[in-house]
């Protein structure tokens, strides 16, 4: 509703600026991508991030040496984070203006189909409605392309602090480290990353709701036109024009 009445009051130059595409997708589009994040992933998020505290506790009580030889992964995994959210971020931004773009370029071919074809423009609207829906193309797929890296950076993780525990494990196995605490130890692993699994798949949501909480934080930020005064309901009446000894009538002989 906010959003909505921020458009009404925006100035007549911005609409000339700006399709009406663009701003059914900030209404449409942008509004449903927020919602998804936050109604099916910020509950179950907060869910994996207390299995995930608790998994790493039982790790450190199980044996504080293995355990952070297992957990020492971790900061190569938050880095790697890092890296895809900033790529992610910025192919989704583009992928959201290019969407955008796409529906301001529908919406104004739709409506003026008949002036298109009358003036025999169907060729140029077709290519470049082509041209916005290859780029389009590519860069979805390339955003496709590091949200499954960045899942499959969570296994090969996973596998890898598996690998750094058994090898402190055999390395230190001289100074009393059993085999039971190794096999609970590498359990308690594959454990820890069923949850941070769950996040490599709620991470691609995130990132478009925070690309669409971009767009909509600049769309508030518009200035706004000036409100009209309105009397209030209890102000006096407007005055009334009257006509008074005004009559019609024909000249003699018409």
């Not at 200035?223 to 009397?231: C, Q």
Request: net charge positive; with cysteine.
């Amino acid at each position: 509703l906010d959003l909505a009445r921020k458009l009404f009051r925006l100035p007549f130059p911005y609409f000339r600026k700006h399709p009406m595409g663009r701003l059914m997708t900030r209404l449409t589009t942008d509004l449903e991508n927020v919602n998804d994040a936050f109604a099916a992933g910020a509950v179950a998020l907060v869910g994996d991030a207390i299995q995930i505290l608790a998994i790493a506790g039982a790790m450190l009580l199980l044996d504080v040496r293995v355990g952070l030889s297992a957990l020492s992964i971790l900061p190569f995994l938050l880095l790697f984070t890092l890296y895809v959210r900033g790529r992610m971020r910025d192919y989704y931004r583009v992928v959201r203006g290019l969407h955008a773009e796409m529906n301001a370029f529908s919406a104004e071919g739709t409506a003026g189909a008949s002036t298109i074809q009358a003036l025999g423009a169907e060729a140029r609207f077709e290519r470049r409605f082509r041209r916005v829906n290859d780029d389009y193309f590519r860069t979805v797929v390339a955003s496709n392309l590091y949200e499954s890296a960045f899942y499959t950076g969570i296994h090969y993780f996973g596998t890898l602090s598996i690998a750094v525990c058994v090898g402190y494990a055999g390395a230190a196995a001289l100074g009393g480290v059993r085999a039971g605490l190794l096999t609970a130890m590498t359990q308690y692993v594959v454990l820890l990353f069923i949850p941070l699994r769950g996040v490599a798949n709620k991470f691609a949501t995130f990132q478009q709701a925070f690309t669409a909480l971009e767009r909509i934080a600049r769309l508030m930020e518009e200035v706004e036109e000036p409100s009209v005064a309105v009397f209030p309901a209890q102000a006096k009446a407007p005055p009334v024009l009257r006509l008074e000894g005004v009559g019609h009538s024909y000249r003699e002989g018409l």
